[in-house]
Structure formats: C-alpha cells, structure tokens
C-alpha cells in the first residue's frame, strides 16, 4: 500500500492550495480517508476524514476553509485549502483505514507528506 501526497509549497496568508493523495494497493472507496498535520515541535493533529459513503468532518480550526473530497475513479482524496494561515503551516499527511469505526486516530496507513508553508 502507497499513498503519496503532493502539492505543497509556499504560499501567502489567504491564498489556495489544493493537496492530492493518490492511493495504491488500496481502493479509498472502501476506506476511512483522512488529513493530518504535524507543525514543527507539535504532536500531529487531525484535519478532516471522509467517510466512505463521502460524508465529512472537519477540525474546528479548518472547518469553513478547508474542504475534502475524494474521486474514485482515478483512486485520489483531495484537501482544498482556502483562506490559508500562518498557523496552517505544517507537514501534511494523509491516511487510509478500512474500519468506518475510525475516526480521529488509529489510521493503518499513512503517506509521506506534504510540506505547507504560508508566511505572514
């Protein structure tokens, strides 16, 4: 199993940045799929889940800009990023889990990450 992620980099306070996960070795349709992030000296953090019937949670500090979405058929889970903060600066990972019980942890796979970075 692979999920590689990508498209970070450096963007200003307010701006966009859509990140892709593409998964191998796995369906997403038939898994929890997540978002997480890790900023440097801090523990890593959850960003948002898609169910696999596509409903969606949210972290409160992201809820209103980001948005998750996943498409099936080419095996890819999407995080839009909006309205981007210094405070969203971090690595970001993304997850797959084939239990619908999973929900903020406990993830059995995990991508590389991607680095996000907004300045001020």
């Known amino acids: 199993v692979q999920l590689q992620a990508c498209g970070g980099g450096l963007v200003q306070a307010g701006g966009s940045l859509r990140l892709s996960c593409a998964a191998s070795?796995?369906?997403?349709?038939?898994?929890?799929m997540g978002w997480f992030r890790q900023a440097p000296g801090k523990e890593r953090e959850f960003v948002a889940r898609?169910?696999?019937?596509?409903?969606?949670y949210y972290a409160d500090s992201v809820k209103g800009r980001f948005t998750i979405s996943r498409d099936n058929a080419k095996n890819i889970v999407y995080l839009q990023m909006n309205y981007l903060k210094p405070d969203d600066t971090a690595l970001y990972y993304c997850?797959?889990?084939?239990?619908?019980?999973?929900?903020?942890?406990?993830?059995?796979?995990w991508g590389q990450g991607t680095q996000v970075t907004v300045s001020s």
């Open positions: 997850a797959a889990d084939p239990r619908s019980s999973t929900w903020l942890s406990g993830y059995d796979y």
């Open positions: 070795g796995l369906t997403i349709s038939n898994h929890v």
């Open positions: 898609i169910s696999k019937s596509t409903g969606t």
